[in-house]
């Protein structure tokens, strides 16, 4: 059980250039989310899934897309990048429904720079 | 989205208990508080999450007063290994569009 994976762990992008950063979760949630942490701040929230083939914005979704075809993956592109889209970025997951307590399991993060 | 306010940073010594106090004063009927640890380079870690009164598990307690306008994580006997950055959260597990909202946290160091 790895529970919650991204891929890559670290990038470097030239300012305009394109990339998608993936989520893998093994633990058959059904809530995705992806956020941003810039430093010396907490998390924003850029987008999240509440479940395969859906997705909504967070609160800081300018410059980001992101796609849940699976339910297992979440991934977050850029299209055209920015310097101030450099940050480490974290995939979490969690389940919605039952009786247990409802945690968000994060991913280890992505270090994004670009320049 | 409630919205909370925490402490920028504490101080403590090793052994010592350290009590975080988070306020949300337009916390909703079905909100719950939610507490989060994160060490630097890594993804948040949930600690404890509560709805009203107390609740305690192996890591920590949350103390939640009647009127939920507030509450407080506290973490008995800390360590070095217990600096890191704590968030407090408060949320609508049960909505259909569950979200949360991380502020700047509170962060601890503990010292020897």
């Known amino acids: 059980n790895a529970g919650v994976t991204q891929t890559p762990k670290f990038r470097v992008l030239k300012t305009g250039q394109s990339m998608t950063l993936l989520c893998a979760q093994d633990m058959n949630h059904e809530y995705m989310y992806w956020y941003r942490q810039d430093p010396g701040m907490g998390l924003r929230l850029i987008h999240y899934?509440?479940?395969?083939?859906?997705?909504a914005k967070g609160e800081v979704p300018d410059g980001y897309n992101v796609s849940r075809l699976k339910k297992q993956n979440f991934l977050l592109g850029l299209e055209s990048a920015a310097p101030s889209q450099t940050s480490v970025y974290f995939c979490a997951s969690s389940y919605s429904t039952g009786d247990s307590v409802y945690e968000q399991y994060f991913g280890p993060g992505t270090r994004l720079t670009v320049t | 989205l409630a919205k909370t306010t925490q402490p920028i940073s504490m101080d403590s010594y090793e052994g010592q208990e350290v009590n975080i106090t988070c306020s949300h004063n337009n916390i909703a009927t079905n909100d719950y508080i939610t507490w989060y640890q994160q060490f630097p380079s890594q993804g948040p870690r949930f600690i404890i999450q509560g709805y009203k009164t107390k609740v305690t598990n192996e890591v920590a307690s949350l103390f939640i007063p009647a009127d939920r306008k507030s509450s407080t994580l506290s973490l008995p006997r800390v360590s070095l290994s217990d600096t890191a950055v704590y968030y407090c959260?408060?949320?609508?597990?049960?909505?259909?569009?569950?979200?949360?909202?991380f502020g700047a946290g509170t962060t601890v160091t503990v010292r020897a």
């Open positions: 899934s509440v479940g395969e083939g859906t997705t």
């Open positions: 959260l408060v949320g609508d597990p049960f909505s259909n569009d569950y979200k949360l909202s």
